[in-house]
């Protein structure tokens, strides 16, 4: 059975950090690439960054270039976001997510590229 677990949300103020991690089990995690995506009230579930299957590549939405950072340990079947300098718009569930499909090096952008979903984890950036 497949289950991605994500930790380290919470509340923090603007322009502070966190890292969220995402602990992998039931499948062999050096074989998916690997994304965060986020979902505020009301919206979309939208992506955030993605990772190959190397940690090779990196992928990150536009919003978020220069303040967040994506990286894995195939090791410790762990993907990480790292998030800096916050923002209240950045407030969101953030949830991690395998794509089995994603070739050798490449980053997976979409949601319905995406096989497996852990259960989020809340992030509240207050002003």
């Known amino acids: 059975q497949v289950q991605l677990v994500e930790s380290g949300g919470g509340l923090v103020q603007a322009g502070g950090s966190l890292r969220l991690s995402c602990a992998a089990s039931?499948?062999?995690?050096?074989?998916?690439?690997m994304g965060w995506f986020r979902q505020a009230p009301g919206k979309e579930r939208d992506f955030v960054a993605s990772?190959?299957?190397?940690?090779?590549?990196?992928d990150l939405t536009d919003s978020v270039k220069g303040r967040f950072t994506i990286s894995r340990d195939n090791a410790k079947n762990t993907v990480y976001l790292q998030m800096n300098n916050l923002k209240p718009e950045d407030t969101a569930v953030y949830y991690c997510?395998?794509?089995?499909?994603?070739?050798?090096?490449?980053?997976?952008?979409?949601?319905?590229?995406?096989?497996?979903w852990g259960q989020g984890t809340q992030v509240t950036v207050s002003s």
């Open positions: 997510a395998a794509d089995y499909s994603a070739s050798g090096s490449n980053t997976a952008t979409k949601r319905a590229e995406y096989n497996y």
């Open positions: 039931g499948l062999n995690f050096a074989w998916y690439a």
């Open positions: 990772i190959s299957r190397s940690g090779r590549n990196t």
